[in-house]
T-cell receptor, first 110, second 119 residues
Framework: ELKVEQNPLFLSMQEGKNYTIYCNYS?????LYWYRQDPGKSLESLFV?????AVKQEGRLMASLDTKARLSTLHITAAVHDLSATYFCAVEQSQGNLIFGKGTKLSVKP | GAVVSQHPSRVICKSGTSVKIECRSLDFQATTMFWYRQFPKQSLMLMATSNEGSKATYEQGVEKDKFLINHASLTLSTLTVTSAHPEDSSFYIC???????????????FGQGTRLTVV
């Protein structure tokens, strides 16, 4: 059974600081997703990582995937308040069937 | 713009009534759609996998007679919550798995979600 562990679950950051969210998973998968969710809203796709060593960047967010270690990271650079949200990683168990981590609630304070 | 349309976005219904939620893929065909449920401050839990033209596959603990899923076409899946009770109140999100652009990646695209409140 595929399990996805995400940490930390809560993250309070100051603006301008850097931090990393970690996503570990228990069985082999070739595809990992990162999503952002704002309160009361659905999921916004941030990154789809398809292969070992994949690195993608968008603005202040950068995601990477190490399939051998079964680890993905979401790195936040110079955080700003607008990044406050809940971030989920999800691992594809089979075509389109995603197992989600518990989410990381990020709060960026001035 | 959205590639998966979920409707309605919010619904309030009386206990004992049924509610239908629609999930449409707008620019691609999705042979497989998924229904998730999310309780406040929790993650998404897969309820069922919906395959076009066949019966849905339900996750353990999800009552198939209570959560009826129909996938009548390659672009539409519906979830009907039958005889709704207050404990069914939740945020329901669908996803459609498919290829949006030739040369792109097949991936899961999520709808906007439906906030169901049963009173």
């Amino acid at each position: 059974e595929l399990k996805v562990e995400q940490n930390p679950l809560f993250l309070s950051m100051q603006e301008g600081k850097n931090y990393t969210i970690y996503c570990n998973y228990s069985t082999t998968s070739d595809r990992l997703y990162w999503y952002r969710q704002d309160p009361g809203k659905s999921l916004e796709s941030l990154f789809v990582l398809l292969s070992n060593g994949a690195v993608k960047q968008e603005g202040r967010l950068m995601a990477s995937l190490d399939t051998k270690a079964r680890l993905s990271t979401l790195h936040i650079t110079a955080a700003v308040h607008d990044l406050s949200a809940t971030y989920f990683c999800a691992v594809e168990q089979s075509q389109g069937n995603l197992i989600f981590g518990k989410g990381t609630k990020l709060s960026v304070k001035p | 713009g959205a590639v998966v349309s979920q409707h309605p976005s919010r619904v309030i219904c009386k206990s004992g009534t049924s509610v239908k939620i629609e999930c449409r893929s707008l620019d691609f065909q999705a042979t497989t759609m998924f229904w998730y449920r999310q309780f406040p401050k929790q993650s998404l839990m897969l309820m069922a996998t919906s395959n076009e033209g066949s019966k849905a596959t339900y996750e353990q603990g999800v009552e198939k007679d209570k959560f009826l899923i129909n996938h009548a076409s390659l672009t539409l899946s519906t979830l009907t919550v039958t005889s709704a009770h207050p404990e069914d109140s939740s945020f329901y999100i669908c996803s459609a798995y498919g290829l949006l652009h030739r040369g792109g990646n097949t991936e899961a695209f999520f709808g906007q979600g439906t906030r169901l409140t049963v009173v």
